[in-house]
């Protein structure tokens, strides 16, 4: 739940940031196709990077003597869980409840269009789109491959309008509608989205516009019939109208100068961005390793009352066998393994950085039983974080000691567990 709400932040970060470097660098570009593709590569991809994590392992050694103070941080954590049970489902549901309004929205408009076109009388054009005719004004408008003018405007045989809406049916630009309006339902409490999306539909117009006037249309005489048309509105947000966009902007690219081909290198901006946003994004897991005393590891292996006559007990070092391919597995506290598990969640501290942040995960570590009981070779198997792999390390590390685990010839062996220690606010 709150890693989903975690993730909508992160994509709402980086839409803003890749559209404040368009809007810089490239909104005032009479390059429409390439801007076109900018705005909705970069809404994909404020969606995909998020997900994509760069990991990289490196190993800690902690001085074996190194503790934490669990008794005085349980009650913090304890606290923090009761904010996660209030806060996070309050969020989502804001979240839902904001996603099927636009949703619902979304579909009424769809639905709309789709009314009007099935109550129009259909013609099929010789390009291959689909002509309907309504009765009542409407501001001309296509969808998919449909062209929706009024009887009256086709009546005045307003050529110009056709080809308009013709370029918006060969562009494809109903998918880049319905795409956006997707990424609104997922980011609708983000302006950007909003702000993109009106970007979009104006490009759509440009490239439209284009279009007409490479056909042979006359500048001044176009410009006049946008103005004439201008006072109608069509109000359906998935359609490409005739009229929408601010007409004074539609005027002035028309009028600009065309931007150069070297102006399509400052699309380049996103290419660092990418890198930035993937470095920001990149996760290092650190396999704590505590390191062992010399004197502990001569205690194991030798034995004698005189220090100068040591007696080896175990020439040897037997190999530790997997936990799980023992006939008697090791014991703990009078029990089996979950009362481990159930030793470690009594004895776990959450660490004050990640309740904040409300960071939580499974931290799978694998450590020796020795044949003495005592935990030792504890390493990462696969992290969450640093501050959650070191307090997952800690607890670990100081369990008492097992019930050493027996072989088929009832010898006591080292023994190899897999364990995962989870951190979950409740």
């Known amino acids: 739940m709150t890693g989903f709400l975690i993730y909508q932040v992160k994509v709402a970060v ?12 490239l909104s005032k570009e009479s390059l429409h196709r390439l801007n076109r593709f900018v705005l909705l590569g970069t809404a994909a991809l404020s969606f995909i990077l998020p997900l994509c994590i760069i990991t990289v392992n490196k190993t800690v050694i902690l001085p074996s003597s190194e503790t934490i103070d669990g008794a005085a941080q349980q009650v913090g ?3 923090a869980g009761q904010h996660e049970t209030i806060w996070a489902p309050v969020c989502l549901g ?25 109550s129009g009388e259909q013609r099929s054009l010789d390009s291959g789109e689909t002509l309907v005719l309504t009765e009542t004004p409407t501001a001309p408008f296509s969808w998919m491959n449909y062209i929706v003018l009024s009887r009256e405007d086709y009546e005045e045989g307003c050529t110009q309008i056709l080809t308009h809406e013709k370029a918006h049916v060969a562009l494809r630009h109903s998918w880049d509608l319905l795409f956006v309006n ?13 702000m993109l999306r009106s970007d979009l539909r104006a490009l759509h117009e440009f490239e439209a516009d284009d279009a007409v006037l490479r056909s042979g249309a006359n500048i001044r005489e176009y410009q006049y019939l946008l103005i004439k048309k201008a006072v109608g509105k069509s109000g359906y947000s ?23 081909r070297m102006s399509a290198w400052k699309a380049l901006y996103v290419l660092p961005l990418v890198g930035i946003s993937l470095a920001a994004n990149a996760e290092t897991k650190v396999n704590y390793q505590y390191e062992s005393r ?19 007990d175990d020439v040897e070092k037997k190999e530790p066998v997997p936990f799980q391919k023992l006939t008697h597995k090791p014991g703990f506290n009078g029990g089996d393994a979950n009362e481990f598990t159930k030793w470690v969640a ?14 939580q995960g499974r931290v799978m570590l694998k450590f020796t039983i020795a044949e003495t009981g005592k935990v030792s070779d504890i390493t990462v198997l696969k992290g969450v ?25 009832g010898e006591i062996v080292p023994v190899t567990f897999v364990f995962p220690v989870v951190f979950k606010l409740n």
């Open 346 to 359: 009594e004895n776990m501290v959450y660490p004050e950085k990640c309740r904040h942040s409300k960071v």
């Open 77 to 79: 954590s304890l606290t």
């Open 385 to 409: 974080n640093e501050e959650l792999d070191k307090e997952a390390v800690r607890v670990v590390s100081e369990s008492p000691l097992w019930t050493p685990g027996k072989d088929e010839k």
């Open 182 to 194: 997707l990424v609104a339902t997922l980011q609708w409490f983000n302006p950007v989205i909003w």
């Open 294 to 312: 010399q004197s502990e590891a001569v205690a194991d292996t030798f034995s004698g009352k005189d220090t100068n006559n040591f007696v080896l």
């Open 14 to 25: 980086a839409l803003a940031v890749f559209y404040i470097f368009y809007r810089l660098l």
């Open 94 to 118: 804001v979240f839902i409840l904001g996603a099927l309004t636009v949703l619902i929205v979304t579909a009424i408009s769809i639905f709309k269009v789709r009314s009007i076109i099935r």
């Open 238 to 260: 998935v359609v490409d109208s005739f009229n929408h966009s601010t007409l004074k902007n539609r005027i002035t690219m028309m009028s600009n100068k065309k931007s150069s």
